[in-house]
């Protein structure tokens, strides 16, 4: 992965990558693995042997995500980006500099950033969905400027769970779980570990990464729908197979319907045909302007 010249003032303080916390070639690497795991007419049968769909560097990148979200590392990340003290950009100009992240393989076949949240927001679109749902489908992947900031890809993205209590085998590769420093804590091991029944997701910290991130840049300008849709949409665990229900309450089970929405939109709208930017595009800085002021905290 590279990125162009351009934003280098964006890019002052980012630390360099060392080689072994990025083993995706691109972080499209880890949405295409998902994308194959949920294969439209999978077998609950071909579903279980996910594993053999996660190449070495798919399988790399979620042992050292599994190894390094602990408790503290969620609760640093967040107090390091959620007080949005980044400065002051609009929409456009993080889109813009998310695009910076240039994929190494091949640009004919491979989509932007901008253009896979522009497929997913024309494919909301279509089906006729308001348009908080079309802007939700635009914004959702933007958190992925945390790449751009200097953090490893573990910490930005790959599948989302709770820390502080037990892990879920319903979480992919669950046996990497076991060099988290956490699992060694009898006190984060338990059925709720540190939080109540049903305390609301609100409450729990899940592993940090691109979905809370966007979720505290844009909360206040959006539909709470909207904000379940961009917070939990790497949280498959719970959304596609049920787990930490013991966790959620009742408004996080209702919220729940829109995150299962969002998600096909988010999986299935990359094999469809490029879209074309420069048609669509007065129809986005519309929808955009019309929930955002010009410059947002970031
Ligand atoms: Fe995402
Ligand atoms: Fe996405």
Same mark, same amino acid.
Request: aromatic share 14%; charged share 30%; hydrophobic share 30%.
């Given at each position: 992965m590279k990125q162009t010249e351009e934003h280098s003032s964006l890019r002052e303080n980012r630390a360099p990558l060392k080689e072994h916390q990025a083993p995706l070639k691109e972080l499209d690497?880890?949405?295409?693995?998902?994308?194959?795991?949920? #294969?439209?007419?999978?077998?609950?049968?071909?579903?279980?042997?996910?594993?053999?769909?996660?190449?070495?560097?798919?399988?790399?990148?979620?042992?050292?995500?599994?190894k390094y979200q602990t408790l503290d590392f969620v609760l640093e990340k967040k107090a390091e980006y959620c007080g949005l003290k980044r400065g002051q950009k609009s929409i456009w100009e993080m889109a813009d500099y998310l695009n910076t992240l240039v994929d190494d393989s091949d640009p004919d076949t491979d989509v932007t950033q901008i253009e896979h949240l522009l497929q997913t927001a024309e494919a909301i679109r279509k089906d006729g969905h308001p348009r908080w749902f079309v802007l939700a489908g635009f914004l959702h992947?933007?958190?992925?400027?945390?790449?751009?900031?200097?953090?490893?890809?573990?910490?930005?993205?790959?599948?989302?769970?709770?820390?502080?209590?037990?892990?879920?085998?319903q979480v992919v590769f669950p046996e990497f779980f076991a060099a988290n420093p956490d699992s060694g804590k009898p006190e984060y091991q338990t059925q709720y570990g540190i939080y109540e029944p049903h305390c609301g997701l609100d409450n729990v910290h899940l592993s940090f990464g691109h979905?809370?991130?966007?979720? #505290?840049?844009?909360?206040?300008?959006?539909?709470?729908?909207?904000?379940?849709?961009? #917070?939990?949409?790497?949280?498959?665990?719970?959304? #596609?197979?049920?787990?930490?229900r013991q966790l959620m309450n009742e408004h996080d089970n209702a919220m729940f319907e829109w995150v299962r929405k969002f998600n096909p939109y988010d999986l299935y709208s990359k094999g469809r045909e490029r879209p074309n930017t420069k048609e669509i595009l007065p129809y986005y800085r519309e929808l955009v302007s019309e929930f955002f002021p010009d410059k947002i905290d970031w």
């Amino acid at each position: 992965m590279k990125q162009t010249e351009e934003h280098s003032s964006l890019r002052e303080n980012r630390a360099p990558l060392k080689e072994h916390q990025a083993p995706l070639k691109e972080l499209d690497e880890w949405d295409d693995f998902v994308a194959t795991r949920y #294969r439209q007419g999978k077998s609950e049968e071909e579903f279980r042997n996910y594993k053999a769909d996660a190449n070495p560097t798919v399988t790399e990148f979620y042992r050292q995500n599994h190894k390094y979200q602990t408790l503290d590392f969620v609760l640093e990340k967040k107090a390091e980006y959620c007080g949005l003290k980044r400065g002051q950009k609009s929409i456009w100009e993080m889109a813009d500099y998310l695009n910076t992240l240039v994929d190494d393989s091949d640009p004919d076949t491979d989509v932007t950033q901008i253009e896979h949240l522009l497929q997913t927001a024309e494919a909301i679109r279509k089906d006729g969905h308001p348009r908080w749902f079309v802007l939700a489908g635009f914004l959702h992947d933007l958190g992925k400027v945390l790449c751009l900031y200097g953090e490893p890809q573990w910490a930005v993205v790959g599948d989302t769970f709770p820390t502080g209590c037990a892990y879920s085998d319903q979480v992919v590769f669950p046996e990497f779980f076991a060099a988290n420093p956490d699992s060694g804590k009898p006190e984060y091991q338990t059925q709720y570990g540190i939080y109540e029944p049903h305390c609301g997701l609100d409450n729990v910290h899940l592993s940090f990464g691109h979905d809370e991130y966007i979720f #505290r840049v844009t909360e206040k300008y959006l539909p709470e729908e909207a904000q379940y849709m961009l #917070r939990y949409h790497s949280f498959y665990a719970a959304h #596609r197979h049920g787990a930490y229900r013991q966790l959620m309450n009742e408004h996080d089970n209702a919220m729940f319907e829109w995150v299962r929405k969002f998600n096909p939109y988010d999986l299935y709208s990359k094999g469809r045909e490029r879209p074309n930017t420069k048609e669509i595009l007065p129809y986005y800085r519309e929808l955009v302007s019309e929930f955002f002021p010009d410059k947002i905290d970031w």
